[in-house]
């Protein structure tokens, strides 16, 4: 006994195709990509300044030493500059 039950409700509409805008900006679909939690919550604020990258070994700020010449006893000294 096969019986199919179909119905359907007043004022509902099928499923949607695509999510709806969230609002406020965030989750539009302007092509901004997708906003983190944390730039909800804090606010969209500029990313900090890239530091210009520098080979701490090659101009002497840390130093590598190993103990006995044990490479598994190695000590890493930090000039304090870097701190």
Do not use: W
């Amino acid at each position: 006994m096969n019986v199919e039950f179909a119905y359907t409700l007043v004022g509902v509409r099928s499923i949607p195709t695509k999510p709806p805008d969230i609002v406020n900006g965030f989750g539009s679909s302007s092509g901004q990509g997708r906003v983190s939690f944390k730039d909800k919550v804090l606010g969209i604020q500029t990313p900090p300044l890239m530091r210009e990258r520098v080979n701490l070994i090659d101009n002497n700020f840390i130093r590598i030493e190993h103990d006995n010449g044990n490479c598994l006893l190695s000590k890493v000294y930090i000039d304090d500059s870097v701190f």
